[in-house]
Each structure stands twice: as C-alpha cells, then as structure tokens.
C-alpha cells in the first residue's frame, strides 16, 4: 500500500468506522451509567472515567475495525481484478 493509498484507506474506509463505532460506544456507556445511577448527570470525575471506558472498549475494537477497513478497501480496489486475470490466463 503506498502512502496515497494509506491516507485515503484511512480516510475513506477506517476513520468512518471508527466514528460510527465510537458513537455506538459512547451511548452504550452513558446508558450504562445512567442505569447505575438513575438519570442523575455525571459530574466531572466520573465524566472523565467514562471517557476512558470509551477508549478502553474502543481500543479492545480495535483490531476488528482495521480489519473490516482493510477488507471493504480490498473488495473496492480489487474485486474487477480476478476477472482480468482469468481473461489474460485464457489469452484474451
């Protein structure tokens, strides 16, 4: 992968991901806490621990984010090629 291709595969395909798993994290763990504590607004401190909790998960998804990153770039950049490659193999 060269760097173009490194910075629109993480432009294009990981950062959105990681948005999306973000967001579904960060409401996961303010419902949580809402539930542990009844509706009352966290103040700064546990504000703060949530915000690590959200990097803990998000960290702990890590891996499976790149991954599927990786994969929908390689489905987008390279799923008309085996169709060439048969063409040339047949000498067409």
């Known amino acids: 992968m060269q760097n173009s291709d490194n910075i629109s595969f ?3 395909y ?3 991901l990681e948005n999306f798993a973000r967001a579904s994290i960060e409401c996961a763990v303010i ?3 809402m539930q542990e ?3 009352v607004v966290p103040d700064e401190q546990e504000a703060r ?3 690590l909790e959200v990097e ?3 960290l702990h998804e890590h891996g499976e984010l790149y991954a599927l990153a990786l994969y929908q770039w390689a489905d987008d950049h390279y799923s008309g090629r085996s169709a060439d490659c048969e063409d040339m193999a ?3």
Do not use: F, S, T, V
Request: hydrophobic share 30%; charged share 45%; glycine share 4%.
């Open 56 to 58: 803990r998960r998000l």
């Open 14 to 16: 990981y950062k959105p």
């Open 31 to 33: 419902c949580e806490w």
């Open 90 to 92: 047949d000498g067409e």
């Open 10 to 12: 993480m432009a294009d």
């Open 37 to 39: 504590h009844e509706n």
């Open 49 to 51: 621990k949530m915000a």
